[in-house]
């Protein structure tokens, strides 16, 4: 397992949220733009990045990477009250802190982020976001949601 409270993997987690709502992307197809090479240089920068506002540091990637622009908003057809990007990246990075070893952060970020789980978390409309992370964990380990 990874450490616990890996602050760059919090920070690139809520980065990724950031971006996918600052440019209307899935976080799955926020992910593959940044490729495994993009995350690795955020994950490894994380703790310089921080220190400047997020909306700074995801135009400057935006810039960086030339990311894509879509459609997605699952902010404006949410009906109930939407987490935070701080929020949301501390569910990802707790599920790759639980999935994860210490050597393969980057590869388990890019392999959570665009597998099925994805489209559950950013569904604010669903209570899924906000079940326990052993749950969230087990439901990942296990390929689908497990019925309580």
């Known amino acids: 397992m990874c450490e616990r409270n890996h602050s760059g993997l919090f920070f690139t987690c809520a980065l990724v949220e950031q971006l996918g709502r600052d440019l209307k ?49 699952n902010v404006a057809v949410a009906r109930y009250a939407v987490p935070d990007v701080w929020a949301m990246g501390k569910v990802y990075a707790r599920l790759i802190e639980d999935v994860s070893g210490q ?12 597998s099925w789980i994805d489209e559950k978390l950013c569904d604010y409309n669903s209570s899924f976001y906000y ?6 964990a087990e439901c990942y380990r296990t390929g689908h949601v497990i019925d309580a």
């Open 25 to 73: 992307l899935k976080r799955c197809d926020v992910v593959k733009a940044l490729g495994l090479q993009g995350v690795q240089m955020i994950l490894g920068h994380a703790d310089v990045l921080h220190c400047e506002p997020i909306e700074k540091v995801s135009d400057d990637m935006q810039e960086h990477f030339v990311l894509p622009r879509g459609q997605f908003d």
């Open 103 to 114: 050597d393969n952060v980057a590869e388990m970020l890019v392999a959570v982020y665009t």
């Open 131 to 136: 079940q326990s992370r052993d749950y969230i």
